[in-house]
């Protein structure tokens, strides 16, 4: 039978955000749906306001990075049940593509497209989430891949950050660069999804964690998360400052979590001998970026250098977010410290969520529908 609840509906690109009655359908084959308890606001959903939703129709329900209980499972459906607490992803390898097929599917594109189970209300318009998710509602319908369990010890007010910002950064480090024991590693940009690649540097074992960012308390932040330096980049020249640092060698590892051409070039310039630089941020459209190729100690031909773009942390989620789950639980990684304030699925709220994130006044705001996880746990407010 289908389900009445409310949307955090974008109509068209760069439009206000209007919570508004929703309709949800019973799920159809292999699909969940799903009551959500809590999601994140994301700069992907920014992104998504200002630039469309990768290819996807308006309007576009916002919300990707999000937790709740499965409140039904359509037929065929077996790794879930209804009462499963689960957080929603997108990044889900799609098994069918050339880099699946030839055994990659941490390369995946992650081509899946929502089901249309989801309508608004006043004109019984097809609402696509962002990324095929819309977590930013009470209700939402995905593809059962889409859905991980999670353990009963961890609020899924801080489990809905593994579906994106911090299944991003952690899997940056810990999939796409390969941090090893012993590793100098520097994070430009100390957003959640940089500070996520921080914690997935230390949890690897990196020995030095050198972290850039313009914003002091971001700066701070990174301390309390385990940087060992930082860098404030509004100061001077950042590389020349990494280098200094690392007395001239550079990192082995350099991670842009910004989104700008120039942040990515500065990864490149920052790197010792045959240092890896992982662009995580996703960048304008367009845009364009130009390397230094020789004749400097920061050039990337003679220094071997490796430039590594991630797709959300190159996530196989259903084997990585239990893994991640049971760090945030053993305390190897810390979400509670992640959410800066839990807000309500308003307009007003979304609204300044988005604001304090541009403004860099929070790691995380996150949306929490009381009632829904009896597990969840206040955040301190900002």
Aim: charged share 20%; proline share 8%; aromatic share 4%.
């Amino acid at each position: 039978m289908p389900k009445n609840g409310l949307g955090a509906i974008v109509e068209r690109a760069g439009a206000p955000i209007q919570v508004e009655p929703i309709e949800i359908d019973d799920p159809g084959p292999g699909e969940v749906l799903v009551r959500m308890a809590a999601s994140g606001v994301c700069h992907s959903d920014v992104w998504a306001i200002e630039h469309g939703n990768w290819g996807a129709p308006w309007p576009m329900m916002l919300g990707h990075e999000g937790a709740g209980v499965v409140d039904a499972i359509g037929e065929g459906v077996g790794s879930v049940a209804p009462g499963d607490r689960v957080v929603l992803t997108w990044a889900v390898p799609c098994g069918r593509c050339r880099q699946c097929l030839r055994g990659a599917p941490r390369r995946c594109g992650h081509e899946l497209h929502q089901p249309p189970r989801v309508h608004r209300a006043s004109d019984d318009e097809v609402l696509t989430g962002v990324l095929q998710c819309g977590t930013l509602a009470t209700h939402t319908v995905v593809t059962e891949p889409q859905v991980v369990a999670m353990p009963d010890e961890l609020a899924l007010s801080r489990a809905c950050l593994l579906g994106c910002g911090v299944s991003t950064g952690i899997g940056a480090a810990v999939q796409t660069a390969k941090v090893w024991p012993g590793a100098t590693v520097a994070v430009i940009g100390l957003g959640g999804i940089g500070l996520a690649a921080l914690q997935g540097a230390r949890v690897a074992g990196a020995q030095r964690l050198i972290t850039i960012d313009v914003v002091p308390a971001k700066l701070e932040w990174a301390v309390g998360f385990g940087a060992t330096d930082t860098v404030d980049a509004s100061a001077g020249d950042p590389v020349e400052a990494v280098r200094a640092l690392t007395g001239g060698e550079g990192v082995d590892v350099a991670f842009e979590a910004v989104g700008r051409p120039e942040c990515v070039r500065q990864a490149v310039e920052m790197l010792g001998f045959a240092g890896t630089a992982v662009a995580i941020g996703v960048p304008p459209v367009p845009s364009e970026l130009t390397l230094p190729w020789n004749g400097s100690n920061r050039a990337a031909y003679p220094n071997k250098a490796n430039l590594l773009i991630t797709d959300g942390g190159d996530p196989i989620p259903s084997e990585d977010f239990p893994e991640m789950a049971r760090w945030a639980i053993d305390g190897s990684i810390d979400l509670d410290r992640m959410v800066t304030r839990e807000i309500l699925l308003t307009e007003n709220d979304l609204t300044e969520a988005i604001r304090a994130m541009l403004a860099g006044e929070v790691i995380r705001s996150v949306v929490v529908f009381p009632g829904v996880d009896p597990r969840g746990v206040p955040a301190v407010q900002a």
